[in-house]
Each structure stands twice: as structure tokens, then as C-alpha cells.
């Protein structure tokens, strides 16, 4: 359950249950809505808000411990120290926004080696700073200071009991030694004389507490270091403790794995050979760690604005970071390099952001690889945050990263539908017009379809066809269509027709009219079977010489049919005197011819009519009579519509 706190952060909502509770203050997690996104690695603007009250004590009678937190947060800035947002007073109770951030006493058990050794080198390299640059002790140093960011980065804090090194007296120490780390107290620290080696002693117990449930060798170095630690870091005399930077010299923080680390934290600093070099051998170099470590600690830096701007590792790293795979094979070639779980928990809110950043080079880096990651975002996520950022992407002037973008926008399509990634109303233009495509699937239908190149002579067909014996059959393109098609087909049969009309010489030329469909007659024989034109006027070309079709004997074996139908043609055609006689409503119907020939449906219906009569006649005679008019049937020489009064057919 969460509630709208009144603030300075405009949309800050806090949770009601507290993560932590120390003696000093409360820390809360909140989100900000509708703003900078950059907070949290989850990048929904989660924030940490730590609220405080006032506290006892001579250390507070000016400022609590919680508005010297924040006072020193916002004087003392650095990467290794948790970042400060902003800080309001309301009521009595003072409110602290930092980044998100966790206890690291909640995460430690979840920290593998190697994340505590980079832990322990940020955590030392903010004490530094603070030691070098800004002249100040911590005096708290232990886990209660330390807190753990979304992406696995340790931060100091605990910054309530900061002071110069001039005000660093043993009657301060005294003061603040209730609320310290009793185990990180000096024991022999009010008798000496000085006091500016507080942190190397709380340091070298720091080490030890997060390291009491590791082996020495799973780090490269740690049992070295931890000896160190005991013998120099808490020597009985402060004068021989070393100085802090003396300490980040040691090899436990200068091995592979932390030099990596380094080497992208200060990539600014480093020349083009240099960062060459690096970026054409870090991912053979990081194959022999865990990949969780790696994701965790180094996924941020590989993924940083300066890391993707670098041509070397545009080319060696980038296309291996943002491809996830199921397996890793360090003998499989072009694959990516962390697992898909690992990518979904780690690089995934990475890429969320970066999705957000204005930089065109970036972008076109995204884009260039979005289809090898699309597939790991959730529905929600694409709609919701990566679609609004490529559809800004669309309306830039810039037209190459408009046309990436389209592209980026069809691989959407299919996962959440042209209506989501388009928008508006959507009408169906275009039809399938492939036969059968309701119940034929596409590969199955070009199989189907179109199995080989098959000649046009070894397609099957409906009906038997018969080469003539020693002859060479000629090819008529015309005669095999029975039906044109449905565009331009009509232009084939018309010129059909009009040759067929050059050629006639007189109306007895003229085909069946009931018959103006057939190109070739099948006609067979004993000695002879083909396919033979239907007109005698056509010329049969064979073997480059053309001969009439009169003079062929194939010819002649049909002439008696083609007769015959040319003489039923002359005789409709005589019949007719007027073209209007065509016409149905015109036409005369002969009563005889639809009495014998045309089925009459009516004829059940067609009422008996009978007048009465009184005729004395014997009971038997009138029930033959009844039963003779029942079962009717006219004689042969009588006319059948005689007696029903009046005829049906007039």
C-alpha cells in the first residue's frame, strides 16, 4: 500500500512499510511517477526515502543525524557514494530522497566473491576521496553503511558521523562511539594520539565480516589481503597503517576481473590503442567467470554511452552483448554471451533505458540489433515503453533512423498486432485469390500447384488424344482454351471469330449456331485417330507446307457429319424471318409440342368441374360410375383435353 507524500518530487509515492529502521531514521522505497526514469536499474524511478526525527546526543544539538546525512550527500559527490536527489521538511519529520538503494546486511549472503571484492574496491575508493580530495574522516566505516544499488554497485554512506580531519579529537570519537560499530571501534583508541587512521581500521574489519563465510581461494589474492589487513591495517600504532590509496595497490584489487572493471570505469581516460586492445579481447576474457558476476557488475559499464559510442566495441562486444542465448558453447561462433535467463534480469531493464536516451548513435545501435532482443520483452513492456519510443523515432527528420525504425515497427506487428503498433481503423483491401485457399495451406498448395516445369503435352487431361502415325502434329494455342480468361479473354474469342468470318465466302460457310463452342471434332477410324479441324476452308500446315483441307483425306472421313450440321444450320436460319422473333417475349409456342415434350407441374392442380344431374339409375351402376370418373383414362384415339371445358394450352 502506498501513499502520495507532500514534497518537493512532484508524483513521489511512498510505501507504507519501511525496509529498514535504525536508531536514527526509517528507509522507505517510493517511485516517482511521470519522471526521470534513471534512478533505478528497473527504470520505473524507483527511489530510496529515508525519513528521520530528531535524536540525543551533543553530536545533534545542531543538525539531527538524518540532515547531516543529506548535507553531506549534497556537499560530497561521487560515483562509489550513494546519490543524492533531494530533501524536504514536513512537519517534524525530515525526508531524505536518495537513488534506489538496499542494506547491504539484506544482500550479502547473495553476493558472490567476486562481487564483493569490486564492493570492497568502491566502498575504499569512496573513502579515498574522501581522505584526498575533501580532507574528511567517515568514522562508521562497516556493513550498516554500505548500501547495494539496483545494478549490484556498492555505495557509501552513513555519512552522519563525517567530520574534518582537524576536528577528529578523541573527545568526538567518544561521543560518537554509542551508535558505531562496536566490532570496528579501535580499542586502543583513546590513548592514542592519532587519530586520523579511524577508517583503515574499520576497513580491515569490514573485509573480514564480508569474507567470514568464503574460502581464501575462491578470490585471486584474498588470503593475502586478509593478512594484510590484520597486520598493517589494524597495527596497534596508527603510524603504521598505511594511507588508504596505498591499499587499492594491493594485487587483490588489481587482478583480471578488477581490472576490467577499471578499465571501464575510466574509459575516458584511456587512449584509442588502448581501449582498441581492450574491447578486441574482453569477451575471450570474461568466458572464465560467472556470468551472473559479469551481468552484475559489468553489464551496466558494457552497456554505458561511452562503451556503445566506441567503434571497437560497436564491432567485438555490442553484437554479443545484446543477443541472448540458451546455451553457452564457447566452440559456437556468432552467439551471444549471457544465458537468457541472465539476460532477462539484468540486460533487459538496461536496454528499457537505454530505449529513452536522446542520442541518435544509440538509438541506430538499438535498432540495428532489435531483432535479435525483441523476443525478451513482455507484452506489456513493448506496448507500454518500447512502441511510444519507436514511434517518436518515426516523426525525426533524420531519414535514415525513420526507415530503421520501420523496420524495428514490423518486427512488433506479429507480436502485438497491426491495430496496437498502427493505430486507427483498419478495412480489408486486398483478397486471397488463390483456388482452394481456405483449406490449403501455402506450401502445400505451391507444392500441389506447381510441382515441376511440365510440358504442356504431358499435363493430364480429361479426354484420350491419339498422334498421327508419321505425321507431325502442328500446335493450335487457340483450340486448347475452352474458356477465356476472365481479363483479355474476350479479345481471343473475337479474333477467333472474325478469322472465321474472313474465310466464309457464303452463308452456308457458317457453323452450328447451336454449337459455336467447339474448335476441334475427335473423330476416329480404323487406319486414323486426331484431332481435326472443323472447318474444310482451315489450312493444315505440316512439315512447312500447307495443303486445303479438301484435298486431305482426313477430311473426307468427317465431311458427312459436317454436312449434316451445316444443313441444320441453313434450316434455323430460313425459319427465321425477323431478328425480333429471337426475343422470348416474341416467340411462339406450339401447344402440341409442350404437350408432349415440357413436363406440366400444374397438372394435379387443374380442378373437376362436373354439373349436376339426376339420373335414376341402380345403386351399383352409380358406384361404377364414381369409381370410373376417378380412375379416368382417355382412349387412344381421343383427344386428352377433351371434356375439361376449356383448354389449358390456348
Known sequence: MMGNENSQLSGLEVEEKAVEITDFWSQYQATIKDSCRYFSLKGDGSVSVFKGQAALGPLWAVSTPLEKFSNNLLKYRH??????????????????????????????????????????????????????????????????????????????????????????TSAYLKHARIHRYDKAVDPNEDSC??????????????????????????????????????????????????????????????????????????????????KCQFFSNILENLKCYDEE?????????????????DQTARKNVIPYILKPKNDRSQNEKNTGFFRLEIFKEHVKPRLMQLFGVRDSQ?????????????????????????????LLGIKDTDDNLVSATLICLSEL????????????????????????????????????TFPAKIPLRDLPCSEDTFNLDGIEQPVYME???????????????????????????????????DNTNHKLVLVESEDVNGLIPNTEHEQIHLNGSSMN??????????????????????????????????????????SRKKSNEDFDFFADMKPVIEKPTVVDVAQNDLIQNFTSKLNFVPESHEDENEGWGESWND
Open 79 to 168: 560515483p562509489c557514494i550513494v546519490r543524492y536527489i533531494s530533501a524536504w521538511q514536513q512537519r517534524s519529520t525530515l525526508h531524505l530522497a536518495t537513488e534506489y538503494v538496499q542494506p547491504l546486511s539484506q544482500v550479502l549472503t547473495a553476493q558472490t566473491p567476486l562481487q564483493k571484492c569490486i564492493g570492497l574496491n568502491n566502498i575504499l575508493r569512496a573513502l579515498v576521496f574522501l581522505h584526498e580530495q575533501g580532507g574528511m574522516s567517515h568514522n562508521n566505516v562497516s556493513v550498516s553503511a554500505i548500501y547495494v544499488t539496483g545494478d549490484g554497485q556498492w555505495k557509501l554512506g552513513g555519512l552522519q558521523y563525517l567530520c574534518p580531519f582537524t576536528e577528529l
Open 193 to 274: 594520539e592519532l587519530n586520523s587512521k579511524i577508517d583503515q581500521y574499520g576497513f580491515a574489519v569490514l573485509v573480514e565480516d564480508v569474507y567470514k563465510n568464503n574460502k581464501d581461494d575462491e578470490v585471486p589474492h584474498l588470503r593475502e589481503f586478509k593478512r594484510y589487513c590484520q597486520e598493517l591495517l589494524q597495527h596497534r600504532d596508527p603510524a603504521h597503517r598505511p594511507n588508504l590509496p596505498i591499499v587499492l595497490q594491493h594485487n587483490f584489487f588489481n587482478h583480471e576481473f578488477i581490472t576490467i572493471y577499471k578499465f571501464l570505469n575510466f574509459l575516458p581516460l584511456k587512449t584509442e590503442e588502448e
Open 293 to 309: 558476476t559479469v551481468a552484475k557488475q559489468l553489464g551496466g559499464l558494457l552497456l554505458s554511452r561511452l562503451t556503445m559510442l
Open 362 to 390: 544509440i538509438r541506430f545501435l538499438l535498432l540495428s540489433h532489435f531483432s535479435k532482443f525483441v523476443h525478451v520483452f513482455s507484452h506489456d513492456e513493448l506496448s507500454q515503453h518500447i512502441l511510444p519510443e519507436l
Open 413 to 448: 506487428v506479429p507480436i502485438l498486432g497491426a491495430s496496437t503498433v498502427i493505430g486507427g481503423q483498419r478495412s480489408k483491401f486486398f483478397t486471397d485469390g488463390r483456388p482452394n485457399s481456405k483449406t490449403t495451406s501455402d506450401k502445400l498448395y505451391e507444392k500441389e
Open 479 to 513: 483450340t486448347f482454351i475452352e474458356r477465356p480468361s476472365p481479363v483479355g479473354g474476350e479479345s481471343i474469342d473475337d479474333e477467333i471469330l472474325e478469322s472465321a468470318a474472313n474465310k466464309a465466302n457464303s452463308e452456308e460457310d457458317w457453323s452450328d449456331w
Open 549 to 590: 483441307a479438301s484435298n486431305n483425306p482426313l477430311t473426307k472421313i468427317s465431311s458427312a457429319r459436317s454436312s449434316l450440321l451445316q444443313k441444320a444450320a441453313l434450316e434455323a436460319k430460313k425459319n427465321i424471318v425477323d431478328i425480333s422473333e429471337l426475343d422470348i417475349k416474341n416467340q411462339k409456342i406450339d
